[in-house]
């Protein structure tokens, strides 16, 4: 038999496509690799003669980047041919590429619940050509139909759509049997199966099919990617975002518990919010205090962090002293986290002591263990060793320090009913989350998770797998708003090679635990798939890092341009007496002496205890935590960090990295212009213009595994330093961009406009690193009146934000075409200023710039105040209804 292949693709200028096909013979199959031929623009080919035995054909197409050797295969796995089942000996396939890029595969995800669940495919009526649509997102009672030139299907006769039946889940297909045809033009449409009508035409011209005669004794098969909706057809939801921590209710004990989330729910279905988005809610536990608050540090990033857990529900009798301490630690304005802490851990060990052996011999209990032994064994070894070895430093475990499985399993057997605590907090916890999400979902309600970037690399996934992290590097992030010296989140990087090389095995495990729970996640620091900002160990402030991979430059890029590359001058602070003085004042003449040498050349550096910045912060920890301390101390680090350039490891000096932000320092400022000039060449080239392919081929070969790990909504925060290549990435990927409108994308504006926005994007005024509106509209006088007169059309706004103007800021976003407008509560509760409200600087969840920081906030109202605030939830909801929303 003769197979054709169609493939319907616009390349561009050094891309080719590939055939790679396995073909069934009984028991045995062979595999063969075939470039396609280019017929025009949008159309390459190939064809196969197969052997009599053949009975089926497995395939898919692969899109090579000749230049970077990339190698991308279409989306959602394998298509199939039978062979056997084939009445004729030509086969045409026509097919188009599958992308995740495309609206479809977005609204075939758990975000969007399907009116039409797939069972089983039915059989279809005989005919010579096959059409398959694949669309997601089909209303009730509505089929797809199709509609064409040809008589067999309707000569555009609206009174007469074939309609389609869905024969896999999302793919739709009608079998038509047509005569001898050179061309066919059709279309599809939205059919209303209840009305018995044609609701509409797809968007766009007709598609064709040409180029062959069709034959009755050929089989074609014609396999179409996209149904074309148009833009006011596409859903478009709205949701809030609120950490689980922040949540406040009677029935919860001084922070927000899991069970929070079913009356938020209530409350969220009440103002026609579709989405309720949480922060990390992981186990952070590692010194049992309050910096063990910052979510994004996790001590394993599968169980579950113990303080959302809702003690009174645990089917035991609570200590008497609970009513007192829920009162006490409910009537604080924020999170005492230590307190809280120390509560749940003393009641949960109380009833764990005196019914230990009831919980111990639960059949579901036994069952949760043995399911997640992989991660719940080293979790519950690396608590119990952090607490006996006091520090969740595992290197200072004497010969713990390097992990075992023969030895942590018999630890839990030796110490069953000591371990089993944490198993059953682990369980109680995943039962009360199960709860909580089962009962969103009642509602209609989509629950969106955080992916952090990193791990804390004194954790149970460093100590147990070592291999997959680079252990002697930070990760954090270069200058931006956030933090003017850049972001060091003290996490390990990964070791990007080792998790490749068993298929990401460990994030795929990852995703698999989230999808437990929630319908679409995001993914914190989405760049880091791409690169990471990488500092040294012996560094403290991100910007004495640089890019994780990249392209250094060379020495001979220095030569080439005329440039005496000077080590010393260009790689080691670069201090002057003026310097000095301008950094210490009047102070300057002790701390020379104290911290300082004089060399011959007339220069300062910095003395042997002092020559990185890990040495300042460790000499100053051991000093009292003075004001005048803590100047000398950053100080000395901007000293630290007066250079041009890092020496790429292991390069023998031949290769470098410039400073991020280089201009800012007295060393480049003193080039004389001629050097300045070719340094700020270099600098520009390599973060913006020689990383781009080389950021991208990363991106894509990391990406798709995480795409395809689960059906949850992906959605990136792409904010700060962007690489050129990622919107493309992530649009061909179908992962969600975050659009948030004091954070500008596009080079020149000072605010992004939400009626610009992509619609597979996400759109928030603010983010949990940001002060809340209210504390951003008093920031800043220029800007609030820049941002009042361009986006708003106000010519004096006044001093606070008012409930007026942030329901027309609200409104900007409802009406954006992005498919989520997700809103902190915060910013909602600015609509109405009757209700309870913190002063605007207690709004802010996290500040970047200070580390560490508190994460401590809660809602200013109880979530049963909340639902019964009237007039703002009829506010809200007509907000959300009239965006279409």
């Known amino acids: 038999m003769k197979v054709i292949f169609r493939l319907n693709y616009r390349t561009s200028p050094g891309q080719?496509?590939?055939?790679?096909?396995?073909?069934?013979?009984?028991?045995?199959?062979?595999?063969?690799?075939?470039?396609?031929?280019?017929?025009?623009?949008?159309?390459?080919?190939?064809?196969?003669?197969?052997?009599?035995?053949?009975?089926?054909?497995?395939?898919?197409?692969?899109?090579?980047?000749?230049?970077?050797?990339?190698?991308?295969?279409?989306?959602?796995?394998?298509?199939?041919?039978?062979?056997?089942?084939?009445?004729?000996?030509?086969?045409?396939l026509l097919d188009t590429w599958c992308s995740p890029g495309?609206?479809?595969?977005?609204?075939?995800?758990?975000?969007?619940?399907?009116?039409?669940?797939?069972?089983?495919?039915?059989?279809?009526?005989?005919?010579?050509?096959?059409?398959?649509?694949?669309?997601?997102?089909?209303?009730?009672?509505?089929?797809?139909?199709?509609?064409?030139?040809?008589?067999?299907?309707?000569?555009?006769?609206?009174?007469?759509?074939?309609?389609?039946?869905?024969?896999?889940?999302?793919?739709w297909s009608v079998a038509v049997e047509i005569g001898m045809l050179d061309r066919i033009e059709y279309k599809y449409g939205l059919y209303d199966r209840t009305r018995k009508q044609l609701l509409e035409f797809e968007q766009g011209e007709n598609r064709v099919i040409e180029g062959y005669r069709f034959r009755p004794e050929q089989q074609t098969r014609i396999g179409d990617e996209v149904y074309r909706r148009h833009p006011n057809a596409l859903p478009r939801h709205a949701g809030v975002a609120i950490?689980?921590?922040?949540?406040?209710?009677?029935?919860?004990?001084?922070?927000?518990?899991?069970?929070?989330?079913?009356?938020?729910?209530?409350?969220?279905?009440?103002?026609?919010?579709?989405?309720?988005?949480?922060?990390?809610?992981?186990?952070?536990?590692?010194?049992?205090?309050?910096?063990?608050?910052?979510?994004?540090?996790?001590?394993?990033?599968?169980?579950?962090?113990?303080?959302?857990?809702?003690?009174d529900a645990l089917g035991f009798e609570v200590p008497s002293d609970l009513?007192?301490?829920?009162?006490?630690?409910?009537?604080?304005?924020?999170?005492?986290?230590?307190?809280?802490?120390?509560?749940?851990?003393?009641?949960?060990?109380?009833?764990?002591?005196?019914?230990?052996?009831?919980?111990?011999?639960?059949?579901?209990?036994?069952?949760?263990?043995?399911?997640?032994?992989d991660w719940l064994h080293p979790y519950a070894v690396f608590c119990m060793k952090r607490d006996q070895y006091g520090t969740a430093d595992f290197s200072q475990w004497d010969d713990w320090a390097e992990f075992s499985w023969e030895r942590a399993d018999a630890f839990v057997d030796e110490n069953a009913a000591e371990i089993g605590w944490h198993f059953w907090i682990q369980f109680e916890l995943a039962q009360q989350l199960t709860d909580a999400v089962d009962y969103l979902h009642q509602l209609g309600i989509v629950l969106k998770g955080d992916l952090p970037i990193g791990i804390d690399r004194e954790s149970a996934d460093a100590w147990s797998a070592p291999h997959l992290f680079k252990m002697d590097a930070q990760a954090g992030a270069p200058p931006d708003a956030f933090a003017a010296r850049g972001q060091n989140w003290g996490f390990p990087t990964y070791d990007w090679e080792v998790m490749q090389a068993d298929d990401f095995a460990w994030w795929r495990k990852r995703f698999a635990q989230l999808s437990r729970y929630f319908d679409a996640y995001r993914i914190d620091h989405i760049l880091?798939?791409?690169?990471?900002?990488?500092?040294?160990?012996?560094?403290?402030?991100?910007?004495?890092?640089?890019?994780?991979?990249?392209?250094?430059?060379?020495?001979?890029?220095?030569?080439?341009?005329?440039?005496?590359?000077?080590h010393q001058r260009f790689c080691e602070p670069w201090l002057t007496d003026q310097g000095l003085a301008d950094r210490f004042g009047e102070e300057v003449a002790h701390i020379e002496e104290e911290f300082f040498d004089k060399q011959e050349d007339g220069l300062w550096k910095l003395k042997e205890p002092f020559t990185n910045q890990r040495k300042i912060q460790t000499y100053f920890s051991a000093l009292p935590a003075t004001h005048s301390n803590r100047w000398l101390c950053e100080r000395l680090m901007d000293c630290v960090s007066e250079v041009l350039f890092f020496e790429a490891d292991g390069s023998e000096g031949k290769l470098f990295h410039p400073r991020c932000l280089m201009q800012s320092t007295?060393?480049?400022?003193?080039?004389?212009?001629?050097?300045?000039?070719?340094?700020?060449?270099?600098?520009?080239?390599?973060?913006?213009?020689?990383?781009?392919?080389?950021?991208?081929?990363?991106?894509?070969?990391?990406?798709?595994?995480?795409?395809?790990?689960s059906r949850?909504?992906?959605?990136?925060?792409?904010?700060?330093?962007?690489?050129?290549?990622?919107?493309?990435?992530?649009?061909?990927?179908?992962?969600?961009?975050?659009?948030?409108?004091?954070?500008?994308?596009?080079?020149?504006?000072?605010?992004?406009?939400?009626?610009?926005?992509?619609?597979?994007?996400?759109?928030?005024?603010?983010?949990?690193?940001?002060?809340?509106?209210?504390?951003?509209?008093?920031?800043?006088?220029?800007?609030?009146?820049?941002?009042?007169?361009?986006?708003?059309?106000?010519?004096?706004?006044?001093?606070?934000?008012?409930?007026?103007?942030?329901?027309?800021?609200?409104?900007?976003?409802?009406?954006?075409?992005?498919?989520?407008?997700?809103?902190?509560?915060?910013?909602?509760?600015?609509?109405?200023?009757?209700?309870?409200?913190?002063?605007?600087?207690?709004?802010?969840?996290?500040?970047?710039?200070?580390?560490?920081?508190?994460?401590?906030?809660?809602?200013?109202?109880?979530?049963?105040?909340?639902?019964?605030?009237?007039?703002?939830?009829?506010?809200?909801?007509?907000?959300?209804?009239?965006?279409?929303?």
């Open 102 to 171: 495309t609206v479809d595969y977005a609204l075939d995800t758990r975000a969007f619940a399907s009116a039409h669940p797939f069972s089983e495919a039915p059989k279809l009526a005989a005919g010579n050509h096959l059409f398959q649509l694949r669309m997601s997102g089909v209303p009730a009672d509505h089929v797809p139909c199709l509609l064409g030139s040809a008589a067999e299907i309707g000569t555009w006769n609206t009174a007469k759509p074939r309609l389609l039946t869905q024969t896999a889940e999302n793919t």
């Open 16 to 92: 080719s496509l590939w055939l790679r096909l396995t073909a069934f013979t009984g028991t045995e199959s062979s595999v063969h690799f075939l470039p396609l031929q280019w017929l025009n623009e949008e159309q390459w080919q190939v064809h196969i003669d197969t052997e009599a035995e053949v009975e089926c054909i497995e395939y898919f197409y692969e899109l090579h980047h000749d230049d970077s050797g990339l190698q991308l295969e279409e989306w959602g796995g394998p298509r199939s041919f039978r062979i056997r089942d084939q009445r004729n000996h030509l086969a045409v």
């Open 666 to 709: 007295r060393s480049y400022q003193r080039l004389d212009d001629s050097t300045r000039e070719k340094v700020e060449a270099l600098y520009a080239d390599y973060f913006f213009r020689r990383q781009e392919k080389f950021w991208e081929t990363k991106g894509y070969e990391k990406l798709p595994a995480m795409r395809e790990a």
């Open 243 to 311: 950490p689980v921590f922040s949540l406040r209710s009677a029935e919860s004990l001084g922070v927000g518990e899991f069970a929070d989330l079913n009356p938020l729910a209530d409350w969220a279905k009440l103002t026609g919010l579709k989405l309720i988005q949480i922060l990390p809610i992981n186990d952070t536990t590692s010194s049992h205090s309050w910096t063990d608050s910052y979510p994004y540090s996790a001590i394993s990033v599968f169980a579950l962090h113990p303080i959302y857990l809702r003690v």
């Open 323 to 373: 009513t007192d301490r829920k009162i006490k630690l409910n009537a604080l304005p924020v999170v005492d986290y230590e307190a809280v802490m120390e509560t749940k851990t003393r009641i949960t060990r109380e009833i764990y002591a005196k019914h230990r052996e009831q919980i111990l011999t639960s059949e579901p209990l036994k069952a949760f263990v043995a399911e997640n032994r």
């Open 528 to 566: 880091g798939f791409f690169r990471i900002w990488q500092v040294p160990q012996d560094q403290v402030e991100g910007i004495m890092g640089w890019f994780d991979p990249a392209i250094p430059i060379h020495l001979d890029e220095f030569r080439d341009l005329g440039i005496e590359f000077d």
């Open 712 to 885: 949850m909504l992906l959605c990136g925060e792409d904010l700060g330093m962007v690489p050129g290549c990622v919107p493309g990435v992530l649009q061909n990927l179908g992962i969600l961009t975050l659009e948030i409108q004091r954070m500008p994308k596009r080079w020149g504006e000072s605010f992004s406009n939400p009626a610009h926005a992509p619609y597979l994007s996400v759109v928030s005024p603010s983010t949990h690193d940001m002060p809340s509106l209210r504390g951003w509209w008093l920031e800043n006088v220029e800007v609030r009146a820049d941002f009042a007169w361009h986006m708003l059309g106000i010519g004096s706004p006044p001093r606070e934000l008012s409930g007026e103007i942030a329901a027309r800021i609200i409104d900007q976003h409802l009406h954006s075409p992005a498919m989520w407008s997700i809103f902190p509560l915060q910013d909602l509760l600015a609509l109405d200023e009757t209700l309870p409200r913190q002063k605007p600087e207690d709004e802010r969840i996290n500040n970047p710039a200070i580390n560490p920081f508190y994460w401590r906030y809660r809602m200013p109202l109880s979530i049963g105040e909340l639902q019964n605030a009237t007039d703002f939830n009829l506010k809200l909801g007509e907000l959300v209804s009239s965006a279409g929303r």
